[in-house]
């Protein structure tokens, strides 16, 4: 790997050069607010540099819009008052004290009743096993939805788990059938959790990212580059 200093108009950035075995090259914005550029084993490093200048700007506006995501950034927060977030939309936290555990949403009112109301641990744990739930049963309707397109290559219903994950949305073992997604994809809009299902189904079929996998994402997902972007864009405000 090599390291490429880039001066922006307030900073210089470490810009991360990665040799592969691919094609094409590209600059890739992190979350994490790092910049990597993947390129084939053979090319000329000099062009490499020529093409990172030449994106200055985008790279320090990609930056900024991700730095601005970092200050913006709602966690949950599981007290009477404060807020949480499912299917890219914000819920107004009500707990009470109860016999019984038990989480009722109603509009965008989520109402914890609970045992122990004063313990924010158990608190957590009971919020996100009510999610965990949620989120799986929403997940498994996604995976049912798209499995007639995967039934005709002979894919049958993979096995679903849902846990958190900080640094992905997804993964797939195509050997075993297992998909396993992050809890906090439950937070992301509709469209960003059908194209992550979608992405690790189609592993059962493509396991890895070469140009069948990609030309069976365009096929029935046009728009998926897109989504990717945003999904990006999710990842620094959600994943942590």
Known sequence: MQIYKLQLSNKVVDVFIERKKIKNYYIKINPNLT???????????NLIYDFINSHKKWIEKSLSKFETAKETNIKDNISNGGTVKILDSQYIVYIYNSKQDNIIMDGFNIYIYSKKSNDQNYLIKQYNNFLKNQAKEYFQN????FLPIFKKYN??????KVKTMKSKWGSCIPQTAQITLNLHLYKASDKCIEYVVFH????LIH???????YNFMQKYIPNYKQIEK???YQASLLLY
Do not use: A, Q, Y
């Open 142 to 145: 996604k995976i049912n939805k």
């Open 230 to 232: 945003e999904l990006d």
């Open 207 to 213: 396991s890895g990212h070469k140009k069948r996998f």
């Open 35 to 45: 910049v990597t550029v993947p390129i084939p084993l053979s090319i000329d490093i």
């Open 200 to 203: 690790e189904m189609t592993h």
């Open 155 to 160: 894919i049958k219903s993979p096995v679903l």
